[in-house]
């Protein structure tokens, strides 16, 4: 129900446009997250972005200035663009949905995950 699509290598400083398509989710007002989880260690938040109306986004600390998050509810879909990535930005990323359109950090906060995509930046 939720497909993240986007993922790849890509050397250090290059981009990558992550999304997340979420038919239905996009439509019934839930919140989207991103999250990434790198190998040995826990899922950690990204970003996330509420529904339509008043649009709230949240950054966690770490990719602030190089992340942006948007949505296109006509296509279902939450995109992550990701600029200037670091070796520390690899993972599997994937994408939940809050039915209580916050704009949280907390996964037991999102009660629908995607696979995952995995980015991988290194030289």
């Known amino acids: 129900q939720l497909v993240e699509s986007g993922g790849g290598l890509v050397q250090p400083g290059g981009s990558l446009r992550l999304s997340c398509t979420a038919p239905?989710?996009?439509?019934?007002?839930?919140?989207i997250g991103w999250f990434r989880q790198a190998p040995g260690k826990e899922r950690e938040w990204v970003s996330s972005?509420?529904?339509?109306?008043?649009?709230?986004?949240g950054y966690a600390v770490h990719v602030k200035g190089r992340l942006t998050i948007s949505r296109d509810i006509a296509k279902s879909t939450v995109e992550l663009q990701m600029n200037d990535l670091k070796p520390e930005d690899t993972g599997v990323y994937y994408c939940?949905?809050?039915?209580?359109?916050?704009?949280?950090?907390?996964?037991?906060?999102?009660?629908?995950w995607g696979q995952g995509t995995q980015v991988a930046v290194s030289s």
């Open positions: 939940a949905a809050d039915p209580m359109n916050r704009v949280g950090w907390d996964p037991g906060e999102y009660d629908y």
């Open positions: 239905g989710f996009a439509r019934d007002y839930f919140g």
């Open positions: 972005i509420s529904n339509s109306g008043v649009t709230n986004t």
